[in-house]
């Protein structure tokens, strides 16, 4: 199957500091990426849609200015938490949907983020 | 407002033993439903189905959809302990090109 990437895999950092968590799919261009967050013995909950080249759409409940997703390549989103506080510690994972994906969304190994 | 619900949540068996994984649907403009399985990270891609009554076979997996009760079932017969994980279901919007809502997912146990 296809292969996505996240990196970092884990982070620890400090409240009020933002944190950069990147989405890649390694060998096909994701027209789509979706952004998730998933706490402890909870199911996935989406975040976001991003589609390439245009704004992200946000999930009813997900503020726009704390989670700042940009998608500017087929190959790449970012999601960015901005002023993270111990509350925004989570799983984070990304799945990327394109063409070449045989109509499937593949997921990154995912984030772990940890707000001190 | 879509909704995916699995049952049961949790489920412990022995070794050797046949399970079956519940997820029921409400979906505006259906595409396709999908089971993933989830150890420790990111969640693995099992099935996907998308008609009927026909039947998808991996291994020691089985699923099936039911499009008219709106259902569907996840077979997992002799269990290992390898199969230990969360049983995650999915189901795909016709729109929004593979946005998915999740069910809360099925913790399945299995002891030696």
């Known amino acids: 199957g296809a292969v996505v990437s996240q990196h970092p895999s884990w982070v620890i950092c400090k409240s009020g500091t933002s944190v950069k968590i990147e989405c890649r799919s390694l060998?096909?261009?994701?027209?789509?990426m979706f952004w998730y967050r998933q706490f402890p013995k909870q199911s996935l909950m989406l975040m976001a849609t991003?589609?390439?080249?245009?704004?992200?759409?946000?999930e009813q409940g997900v503020e726009k200015d704390k989670f700042l997703i940009n998608h500017a390549s087929l190959t790449l989103s970012t999601l960015t938490v901005t002023s993270a506080h111990p509350e925004d510690s989570s799983f984070y994972i990304c799945?990327?949907?394109?063409?070449?994906?045989?109509?499937?969304?593949?997921f990154g190994p995912g984030t772990r983020l940890t707000v001190l | 407002e879509d909704k995916v619900v699995q049952s049961p949540l949790s489920l412990v068996v022995h070794e050797g033993d046949t399970v079956t994984l519940n997820c029921s649907y409400e979906?505006?403009?259906?595409?396709?439903l999908l089971w993933y399985k989830q150890e420790k990270k990111a969640p693995t891609f099992l099935f996907m189905l998308?008609?009927?009554?026909i039947e998808k076979k991996s291994g020691r997996l089985s699923s099936i959809l039911d499009k008219k009760e709106l259902f569907s079932i996840l077979n997992i017969t002799a269990t290992q302990t390898g199969d230990s994980a969360v049983y995650l279901c999915?189901?795909?919007?016709?729109?929004?090109?593979?946005?998915?809502?999740f069910g809360d997912g099925t913790t399945l146990t299995v002891k030696p």
């Open positions: 799945s990327a949907y394109g063409l070449a994906s045989g109509n499937e969304q593949f």
């Open positions: 998308t008609s009927s009554g």
């Open positions: 979906v505006t403009n259906f595409r396709s």
């Open positions: 991003s589609n390439e080249g245009s704004k992200a759409t946000y």
């Open positions: 060998d096909f261009q994701a027209t789509t």
């Open positions: 999915a189901v795909r919007e016709r729109a929004n090109a593979g946005k998915s809502t």
